[in-house]
DNA sequence: TAATAAATGTCGTTT
DNA sequence: AAACGACGTTTATTA
């Protein structure tokens, strides 16, 4: 015998129809999806309207809230977690009003026309992994010292300084100090300033020379002038690479390399 | 007599009426949603892996793809506009391939269970207007200029320098070159060295005294002792009395004050 | 809570 | 195409 999940599904419901599903969608902590013609008021940090026209509009169990237009990745307004919604239908429509207290902040969607409403009972547990991020990288030159270059050594692992943390600091293999800024995406110059910020606390400490080594799958012009100006160094290496020399690695923890 | 639009909405269809709405829908360029138990691949600049859950998914017809699960402002999975989409139906389920060339990025959604499929023709041709940003700070300080100080008057706007572009420069009472940095947000250390790189070149076109002006609504801790040890100044002005500002001196040219 | 840096950042603008 | 900076950035991490 089946057992279909609760959910309510209405197509070109009235708004007063509309309404009340979203109210129930709403109160059950239920995912709430709406298409139809709205226009959106935000007031908080900045403030925006947005005229009428017709996008789809998520409400989350968690309080988040999204304006989608039939176009774009990014929506043209919502509210993080952590909203409330309050839900009416008056003479300017079908009215859901999306507001966080602690921030002063609001958005408010009204829909003259809907298309549609789902209110679903969506159960999601499953895990997400994300490979060759920015970490990933890091932990495969303290795993695999030579993905930088042959005979370093690393010794300390964001290591703490004035404006920040130090990605990597080691030795190479004629006993230089070396520090490492590791970067995922092709690197700017701000990259090389970043880098720069770190050489400035660390030559205050050190009377040695010590190189400057910026690790990123790309330079960009500016910045390959600029590193070459301060008498760093660059070394190409891709999250990819990273990715692939971590997967052979794996269960060995970290520490074991700092022995 | 009414003439509905035409979309498509199905609750609860076979993976194969599903699969069959998502091509229509792609292929007409409209906006799908999708809701039901999905995994999802991902692999690009990145590479991730999202274990099956029920999620909400949404093709738009500008080739941006979304996957929701039903927590949390932003995507858990994506493709920016521009991307192709596939469709195909086969033992593993209904699988819906984004991928975009250039970028050599790939999303796969597959879907095992499907709860909701629809196909939306919607138009959105609202005018979308956003207040406060620093854009208008910059132009409310052009327009009225004692927000910044009695006596000020601006020079230039946006001008290009090597790092950047100046927010805008001018001259105090006293006819000392000032120049101009705006954030619209609590000004952080960084926002101070970007200002000292202005500086820095300022600095060397021209030998005579200049002064700093941060101008933010806020300013962090760190950032206010590195603005002092420069020497620069703070003006606190937040992008809501701009806003109010420039409601006043609608429909003025910004041209008229260059003269 | 504040500060700091990463992000599959995205998005717009200008060179 | 590349560079650059803003964003209602959001998000995570750490002091």
């Known amino acids: ?3 279909p999940r609760r959910q309510i599904v209405l197509e070109n419901p009235s708004l007063g129809e509309a ?7 709403i109160s059950r902590h239920r995912t709430v999806i709406i298409a139809g013609m709205c226009r959106v008021d ?11 026209g017709e996008r789809v509009v998520l409400f989350k169990p968690d309080g988040s809230a999204l304006v989608h237009r039939p176009k774009d990745y990014s929506p043209v307004n ?6 409330l919604f309050r839900t009416r239908v008056n003479e300017d429509g079908l009215v859901v009003r999306v507001y966080r207290r602690k921030e002063h902040e609001t958005m408010e969607v009204t829909f003259t026309d809907v298309r549609l409403v789902a209110v679903l009972d969506l159960v999601d547990a499953g895990e997400f ?9 890091q932990e495969a030159i303290l795993y695999r010292p030579e993905l930088l270059e042959e005979g370093f050594r690393p010794i300390t692992k964001e290591m703490p300084v004035d404006p920040g943390f130090i990605d990597i600091i080691g030795v190479d293999k004629e006993n230089r100090l070396t520090v490492v800024e590791i ?4 690197a700017s110059k701000d990259a090389v300033n970043q880098l720069r910020k770190y050489m400035d606390v660390i030559d205050l400490d050190e009377g040695r020379p010590v190189r400057a080594i910026l690790v990123a799958p790309e330079l960009a012009k500016g910045a390959e ?12 290496l891709s999250p990819q690479t990273c990715s692939e020399a971590l997967k052979e690695k794996k269960g060995k923890p970290l520490t074991a390399f700092f022995q």
């Open 42 to 52: 935000y007031e908080g940090r900045a403030s925006s309207k947005l005229e009428p």
């Open 129 to 137: 992994s994300l490979y060759a991020s920015e970490k990933d990288m």
């Open 183 to 186: 970067k995922r995406v092709k």
């Open 78 to 83: 919502w509210q993080p977690s952590g909203s």
């Open 1 to 3: 015998m089946e057992h």
């Open 225 to 236: 002038m600029l590193l070459k100006s301060y008498g760093y160094e660059y070394r190409q």
């Open 19 to 25: 309404g009340k599903a979203v109210k129930t969608g």
